[in-house]
C-alpha cells in the first residue's frame, strides 16, 4: 500500500510569529488553552491534519508572537512531539528545539482535592517523572499526574 | 561508613537512601541497647498533631522523654491556633522559634513537605494524609533486621488492603532495596496497584500474587497484614466471602511455616485473632514497642547528637 495521500490545506501565512506544528491531535486546544488567546495579532488554529509523523495533528499560529523559554516549557509538557518554528519576514529564523523540563511551577494545578497546594492556595510545583508521554510528581501530594485539560483550566488567575 | 543525616527533614521514603536507612538501623540498635543515655537532655521537640493518633503519637513523646528530651505540642488540629485559621506556613514558623525539631502528622497531602519549605528545623512526618509515614516503615524494617540478620534472599507477604495502605506502599518501597521476594495477599478489588508493580519490574524485584495466605504461608519468613476495611467493597456480601482468606486464627497459623513471623502496623481489628498474641510468630507488639528506639535513633541523627 503506498502512502495515504496528504490533502493540501490553506492556514493564514504569517510574515513574523511562531508556528507550532505537529501537535497530536487532539492536543491543539489544551496547547492552545496553555499559551492563552491573548495576541496582538490574529491566532489561527487547524485541527486534524492527517500527518506521516503522529498520525492526526493540530497546527496552532500566533501572528507577531514570538514564544519564550516558558512557554516553549509549557509546549513540552503537553506535546513533546511538535516542532515550533520562528518565523521572520515571512522565513523560518529558528528551529526552536523542545526539551522537557525537569521540574514545572505556576502553571498547572494538582488535581488533589487534599493536597495542600489547594487546601493552602500555594504555588504547584511539579516534578517531570516519565517523557513519553510526560508524567509529573506533584512535589508536595506526591502523586503522579498525566497533563489533563482540568489542570490547567484549575489554574489561578 | 558515615552517612550525614543532620539537618535533613525525613518526609517521604524517596527521602532516603539505603546507606541511610542501613545507618539509622545500625543507630536505633544502639540506642535500643542503651549507648547513648539521655542524649536529648537540653533539646525541645515539637509534636503537632493536626490529626489524632495514639501510638505514633505516643510513642515520639516516649522517644523524647525517654532519652532526657522535652516535648512541645497539640494533640489535634482543634486545640491549635490552625482553628482560628492560622496557615499552616505561619503555625510551623512560629513554633520553629520555640524548639530543635518538628514532628508532626496532618491530614492534607504534602502538608510535611509545605513545613520543610518554610523553616530550617528537620521535620519528620509522622503521616499526611493518604500519603506517606516513612518512621512506621523504619520500624518495620529494624523489626525484621532484628529477626533476620539479613534480609537479602527472604519471601515477604504483604496481605490484606494492597491498595490504599500507605503504610504497605511505603514498605514496599524499602523492601526493594534488599533482594527480597514479594508476596501480594489480597482480595482482587484492594490489589496492589499497577504504578507499584511496575516500579518492582523496573528494578527487578520478584513478586507473586495470591488471593489467600493459605496458599503461600508455608514459604513465607514474614507475613505483614493489614486491616481490610469493609467499606472498601460496594457489596457487603463480597467483603464477607472473602474476609475469611485474611484472618489469621489458630486454624491460620497451621498454614504458615514454624518460622513465618506474623507482623502488622495495628490498630487490628479481627484480621489477626487474639488468641494468636501468645504464639511465638506474633512479633506485633514487640514491632510497635520498636518506634521508640527507631524514632529516638532519628531524632538523634538529625539533631547530630548521634553520629
Known sequence: MGKKKERPYKVFKIEKGTVIDHIPAPKGLLVLEVLGKKNDGIVSIGLNFDSQKVGKKDLIKFENKIIDKEETDKIALIAPEATINIIENGEVVEKRSIDVPQEITGFLNCLNPNCVVNRENLQPHFEVVEEGPVKLRCKYCERVWEVKYDMVENKRK | ?307
Not at chain 2, 532519652?67 to 485559621?85: E, L, P, V, Y
Not at chain 2, 523504619?138 to 532484628?146: K, S, V, Y
Open chain 2, 1 to 307: 561508613m558515615s552517612v550525614k543525616m543532620k539537618n535533613k527533614s525525613i518526609i517521604s521514603l524517596k527521602d532516603i537512601s539505603k546507606d541511610e536507612l542501613m545507618y539509622l538501623m545500625k543507630r536505633a540498635k544502639e540506642v535500643k541497647e542503651g549507648k547513648y543515655g539521655n542524649f536529648l537532655e537540653g533539646k525541645i521537640i515539637s509534636s503537632l498533631f493536626f490529626e489524632p493518633s495514639t501510638r505514633t503519637r505516643l510513642s515520639f513523646h516516649s522517644a523524647v522523654k525517654r532519652a532526657g528530651g522535652d516535648i512541645i505540642g497539640f494533640a489535634s488540629a482543634g486545640s491549635s491556633s490552625t482553628k482560628k485559621g492560622e496557615s499552616l506556613g505561619d503555625t510551623i514558623k512560629t513554633v520553629s522559634g520555640y524548639c530543635d525539631l518538628i514532628v508532626m502528622r496532618h491530614h492534607v497531602e504534602g502538608a510535611a513537605r509545605r513545613a520543610s519549605d518554610v523553616t530550617d528545623l528537620p521535620i519528620i512526618n509522622a503521616g499526611d494524609g493518604a500519603n506517606q509515614h516513612p518512621t512506621q516503615t523504619f520500624l518495620d524494617i529494624f523489626t525484621m533486621l532484628e529477626k533476620k540478620e539479613n534480609l537479602d534472599g527472604l519471601n515477604i507477604g504483604l496481605m490484606g488492603d494492597l491498595k490504599y495502605s500507605r503504610t504497605i506502599h511505603s514498605l514496599l518501597v524499602a523492601l526493594s532495596f534488599f533482594g527480597v521476594r514479594l508476596y501480594f495477599i489480597s482480595p482482587e478489588a484492594l490489589a496492589i496497584p499497577e504504578r507499584y508493580t511496575d516500579y518492582l519490574d523496573d528494578i527487578n524485584v520478584e513478586y507473586e500474587v495470591y488471593k489467600d495466605f493459605k496458599e503461600c504461608g508455608k514459604d513465607l519468613d514474614f507475613l505483614y497484614c493489614t486491616r481490610i476495611q469493609k467499606e472498601r467493597f460496594y457489596d457487603p456480601v463480597e467483603y464477607e466471602s472473602v474476609a475469611g482468606s485474611y484472618i489469621i486464627d489458630k486454624e491460620g497459623l497451621s498454614y504458615l511455616d514454624e518460622e513465618t513471623y506474623i507482623m502488622h502496623p495495628l490498630p487490628r481489628v479481627d484480621e489477626i485473632a487474639v488468641e494468636v498474641d501468645e504464639d511465638q510468630r506474633a512479633i506485633y507488639f514487640e514491632q510497635a514497642h520498636n518506634g521508640v528506639p527507631v524514632r529516638q535513633a532519628l531524632i538523634g541523627l538529625l539533631l547530630g547528637i548521634i553520629k
